[in-house]
């Protein structure tokens, strides 16, 4: 671990020499909104986003990924990751990359997303603006981010950067950076604390005593049933939630009618379709037919299902799912402060 | 594997099928069609109770339990119903023809807690495929297992698959072994009804271990009739059907509470799928 200082005018020079070396992904404005977005310029980055409309799993997990190739000469697998930098990505965003290393890790390594994210180099960043539906510091708060490279600190006069690995160090080369002095790594370790406490949701329990109460209230079908009541099934929670994985798989033909790609595509566990198997002659089985058993399903998953296997809960608190329901009823603080307080 | 510790370090694409030979292909039934494979690279190794996910390029993909047993590894059996596209475009090939195939996967019939005691094998319609693979495995290691009894229900007379092998069971003193139709035609004389009245004509000692594979549906009342016979849940073994999509625990379509049916089951004793409370 190294401290670093970059003077606000070499910023630009820095952003530059990164481009130049290699794909560079960073927050940039959309409208009124931010996304993370391939750098041409280092005037496009905006690090006083608040957060960004997708997270940037994208860039490891993309919508639309392929799998395998096939022509009438044979097949071939499409594992061909691109060296990137992510640049800017707030801490909850690196706990949720780090959630969704863990799962393609697990069982039986998932190459198409591993390889994808080893090539990649991530720059943290601190949050300088806290958006509206955020409520990081409460949810899995003991947990720290983790599997970044470096992390980059606005400050007064520039930024802090401190690099955690190699990748993280060999980015050095590209700014004029000097150690930073002592002043200056105390400094960005306030503002990095000061933003705790700010959010404008917050949880009121322990991530232990939630993935209890949850796991617990199972059965309690009404409950479920009314949560879900005004829910469209379709799927906006999911997309945009860093923690969500689950994919489906499909085949299509090139133009030719010979070739064509195995492709991945990510999907909602909201969806009716979801759970549905054939049975044949039109008749078919859904195992989470309700919408309150899909809503179960979804909060059953970021608060209890994968908190052994994560060490904590599969949500990071960026909101995301909260202020793109257009039923407002996505939000995990409302469902599960409200599970909290059923007998 | 590693050479440290023994670990998993494989880093091939777990996406990528390997081809496999059509060696025979048959009609089982009307609707359900028998391959015998072979991998082209030869090698193939599974447990029975394990599956497949069997594909054709441009079709896409398909969850299919093995049908044969590995103590027959010259060749392997597969049965595909005609349920949707890619079933459809599988059952449209034949010997000569190639399949691409990622396996083994997931959990089969726990083989171990099986041998040296009773075993009920309990087969509703196409989960006669799957279970099929067990009962070959019991009927060549004969020895290694006591009374063994498998019971069989299909819709009716030409729904019911392998007929040269339940003739050949029927004959054999090494297993009881009933059938019976929902819906007989006028050559049926044979049984006619629900699965659950053939056990009216079994003697189970409560230590058997039972194995169930059908419709869901079909679960609850069998499970009923092996608890009335002090057969204990977690000496029942279920073989769930769910959506398993990828095969390797990550699409998330099979997944039953936090269990994913594709790496921890299919195969799954009563007595943990009663507490996954979306399991039954």
């Keep these: 671990m190294k401290n670093y200082y970059l003077s606000e005018n070499d910023f630009s020079d820095f952003v530059t020499r990164m481009i130049s070396t290699k794909e560079l992904i960073a927050p940039i404005a959309k409208g009124p909104r931010f996304v993370f977005s391939k750098i041409k310029s280092p005037s496009e980055i905006r690090l006083d986003y608040d957060v960004t409309i997708l997270p940037p799993k994208k860039e490891f997990f993309p919508p639309r990924q392929n799998l395998v190739k096939f022509s009438s000469k044979g097949y071939e697998g499409c594992i061909d ?46 949050i300088q603006k806290v958006s509206s539906r955020a409520f990081w510091d409460t949810v899995g708060a003991d947990i720290k981010a983790k599997g970044h490279d470096a992390f980059l600190t606005k400050i007064s006069d520039g930024y802090h950067f401190q690099t955690l690995t190699t990748k993280g160090d060999a980015l050095i080369s590209c700014g004029k950076f000097t150690a930073a002095t002592e002043k200056q790594s105390s400094e960005a370790k306030k503002v990095n604390e000061s933003v705790n406490g700010t959010c404008p949701e917050k949880l009121k329990h322990s991530s232990k005593d939630i993935a209890k109460k949850v796991r617990d209230s199972f059965s309690k079908k009404e409950m479920w049933d009314k949560m879900a009541q005004r829910c469209f099934s379709c799927g906006t929670c999911n997309i945009v939630c860093p923690t969500c994985y689950c994919f489906d798989v499909q085949d299509k033909w090139n133009v030719d009618q010979t070739s064509g790609v195995r492709t991945r595509y990510w999907d909602s566990c909201l969806t009716e379709e979801f759970s549905k198997i054939s049975l044949g002659a039109g008749h078919s089985e859904n195992f989470r037919e309700s919408r309150g058993s899909r809503y179960r399903h979804r909060i059953m998953r970021k608060a209890a299902y994968l908190n052994e296997t994560l060490g904590g809960p599969a949500c990071i608190g960026c909101g995301r799912c909260s202020s793109g329901c257009t039923a407002n009823i996505a939000d995990p603080v409302e469902a599960i402060n409200t599970i909290m307080e059923v007998k | ?98 399949m691409f ?16 005691q009773d075993v009920i094998i309990v087969a509703g319609g196409i989960g006669l495929c799957p279970t099929r693979s067990l009962i070959q495995y019991i009927m060549d290691r004969r020895d290694e297992f006591k009374k063994f009894t498998l019971i069989y229900g299909a819709k009716n007379p030409s729904q019911q698959m392998f007929k040269d092998e339940l003739a050949t069971w029927k004959k054999s003193s090494d297993i009881d072994f009933y059938d019976i139709v929902d819906k007989a035609d006028e050559n049926w004389k044979g049984e006619v009804g629900l699965i659950t009245s053939l056990f009216a004509k079994t003697n189970l000692n409560p230590e058997t271990r039972a194995v169930i594979c059908g419709p869901p549906i079909m679960f609850k009342f069998v499970v009923m009739e092996l608890n009335k016979r002090g057969i204990k849940n977690e000496n029942i073994f279920l073989d769930l059907e769910r959506r398993m999509k990828c095969g390797v625990g990550k699409c998330g379509h099979c997944q039953i509470n936090d269990q994913y049916v594709c790496v921890d089951g299919p195969v799954f004793p009563l007595s943990k799928a009663k507490q996954l409370e979306e399991a039954l």
């Design chain 2, 101 to 116: 195939l990622r396996a083994p996967l997931g959990t089969g019939f726990p083989i171990n807690l099986l041998r040296g």
């Design chain 1, 81 to 126: 990751p691109k060296e990137k930098i992510l640049f800017g990505v707030h801490p909850y965003d690196v706990k949720g990359i780090d959630i969704t290393d863990t799962v393609f890790e697990n069982n039986k390594k998932d190459m198409n997303y591993l390889a994808n994210r080893r090539a990649a180099t991530i720059v943290a960043s601190n």
């Design chain 2, 1 to 98: 594997m590693c050479d440290n510790c023994g670990c998993e370090t494989t880093e091939e694409n777990i996406f990528l099928p390997k081809e496999a030979k059509i060696i025979k292909a048959v009609q089982a039934t009307a609707d359900v069609k028998l391959f015998t494979l072979k991998m082209a690279d030869g090698y193939i190794h599974w447990d029975p109770g394990q599956f497949l996910e069997v594909s054709l390029f441009g079709y896409g993909e398909i969850p299919i339990g093995f049908a044969s047993s590995p103590t027959r590894p010259e060749s392997f059996d597969i049965a595909i119903r005609t349920v949707g596209r890619v079933s459809g475009a599988i059952n449209k090939l034949v010997a000569g023809d190639s």
